[in-house]
Nanobody, 121 residues
Framework: VQLQASGGGLVQAGGSLRLSCAAS????????MGWFRQAPGKEREFVAT????????YYQDSVEGQFTISRDNAKNTVYLQMNSLKPEDTAVYYC???????????????WGQGTQVTVSS
């Protein structure tokens, strides 16, 4: 499966962005999806994951209640709604597909190219 992330940009602190990740192929609903981010000079970290059906989600503690992951299997797309953004949310955000929900990078087999999110103070 090929993944294409989009929706990043420059936003002021307190603003919102919605990231999208479009997947190719007809098997999108057989994959759990995840969002990760990587800030400059830091390791890539888990943000959120969603089950194949969308019924289950799990978040990194620091974004719980602030970010919402969702998916539309009819559109082969997973979303990350980010609200109340803070400068520390600045990072390149990556979407990923795997066979089950995971908080680990190694739990995913396919990765998108990343989209830059910059939050100004």
């Amino acid at each position: 499966v090929q993944l294409q992330a989009s929706g990043g940009g420059l936003v002021q602190a307190g603003g919102s962005l919605r990231l999208s990740c479009a997947a190719s192929g007809r098997t999108f609903n057989t994959y759990a999806m995840g969002w990760f981010r990587q800030a400059p000079g830091k390791e890539r970290e888990f943000v959120a994951t969603i089950s194949r059906s969308g019924a289950a989600t799990y978040y990194q503690d620091s974004v719980e209640g602030q970010f919402t992951i969702s998916r539309d299997n009819a559109k082969n797309t997973v979303y990350l709604q980010m609200n109340s953004l803070k400068p520390e949310d600045t990072a390149v955000y990556y979407c990923a597909a795997g066979f089950s929900m995971s908080i680990k990078l190694s739990g995913y087999d396919y990765w998108g190219q990343g989209t830059q999110v910059t939050v100004s103070s």
